[in-house]
């Protein structure tokens, strides 16, 4: 391979091959104006990138697509207008295949600068590489109706990529965060977040438990499964709180009287298309949190590239890990 090539995985888009991921030797990138070049390390597989694959979500005009929103490494070149003193950074990477032919699923990526957030000092590149969607999409749900401070909170499916986020951005942002999940191992996963209150859901009593923690109703609930769950956060909900759903709804909704009488909002939350304010602030937010360091990495799948397919499998099966890929 010359050293103007670079391997990566791609798949096409369209056609019978669709979606049939291969590993192939690319033009390496070159950054333009306002880009960085990074060398990339590790790949964080998110549910979005397995629905693009599979042509539900997000699927850009292209024709090949290399996969990848979320990534981590470190910076070896920068473009026009960009501090030269950025080269050599380690960086967690966001949005890198959002409108884009490629994402992280590469050795080399140039995208925007702004895409590419320093690493505080003894972060793993490991953790930096499954920030990106899960936590900003969690720092917009509990920030998007204003201070969390001292507010009860209830997220939703806490041990998941997102949850896990939202419990810990919760707890730092100075809230008092309860999570609902669906057995013991989970339950071990969101309590060592820092969650005070862990309940299953599918315990008799669940929402009984939750009502005596928050008597006041929760003023923010972080909803994964909004269709299932609507009637229980209308239950749980304080008066003028907000549900922040980030999980599209998988059934029709109809929304509860106790909404009304409580004056609480819905928010539904796509982290792509959410505001370019809401975006900095989310950087932002968890950029001091990681300096503070708030917040830590789930339990890691990881997959070679040459097996990017099997970790595309897992976040499918929904494995309870954050599944990784590490680019040669």
């Known amino acids: 391979m010359s050293a103007e090539q670079m391997i ?108 590419a957030v320093a690493l505080p000092d003894g972060v793993t590149l490991e953790l930096g590489a499954g920030l990106g969607i899960p936590a900003l999409t969690a720092h917009r749900c509990l920030h998007a109706a204003g201070p969390i401070e001292g507010a009860p909170v209830l997220v939703a499916g806490g041990a998941g990529a997102v949850g896990h986020a939202a419990i810990e951005l919760g707890r730092f942002g100075a809230a008092r965060v309860a999570s609902t999940v669906s057995s013991e191992e989970k ?18 009593g669940a929402s009984e438990q939750l009502a005596v923690w928050a008597p006041g109703g929760f003023e923010r609930i972080v909803e994964v499964a909004i269709a299932a769950n609507i009637s229980l956060d209308a239950e749980l909900i304080a008066p003028d709180g907000e549900i922040a759903s980030y999980g599209a709804p998988d059934g029709p909704i109809e929304g509860p009287r106790a909404l009304m009488v409580k004056n609480a909002s819905v928010r539904f939350v ?59």
């Open 187 to 204: 339950r071990r996963l969101a309590a060592a977040a820092g969650c005070e209150l862990v309940v299953d859901y599918t315990s008799e």
């Open 8 to 115: 990566a995985a791609q798949y096409q888009t369209a056609g019978p091959r669709a979606g049939e991921i291969e590993l192939l030797e690319l033009a390496r990138p070159v950054p333009a104006a306002g880009e960085v070049l990074v060398r990339v390390r590790f790949y964080g597989v998110n549910p979005t990138d397995v629905r693009s694959q599979e042509g539900r979500s997000f699927n850009p005009p292209y024709e090949r697509v290399v996969p990848g929103q979320d990534g981590a490494g470190e910076i070896v070149a920068v473009g026009d207008g960009v501090p030269a003193e950025r080269v050599g950074e380690r960086v967690w990477l966001y949005f890198c295949q959002w409108q884009r032919a490629q994402g992280a699923a590469a050795q080399w990526i140039a995208l925007p600068s702004e895409r």
């Open 270 to 328: 796509l982290v792509y298309t959410m505001p370019e304010q809401a975006q900095r602030d989310a950087v932002a937010g968890v950029s001091e949190a990681l300096r503070a360091g708030a917040m830590s990495a789930l339990a890691e799948l990881r997959f070679p590239l040459e097996r990017i397919q099997e970790a595309h499998d897992a976040v499918r099966q929904h494995a309870v890990a954050k599944v990784l890929v590490e680019i040669p």
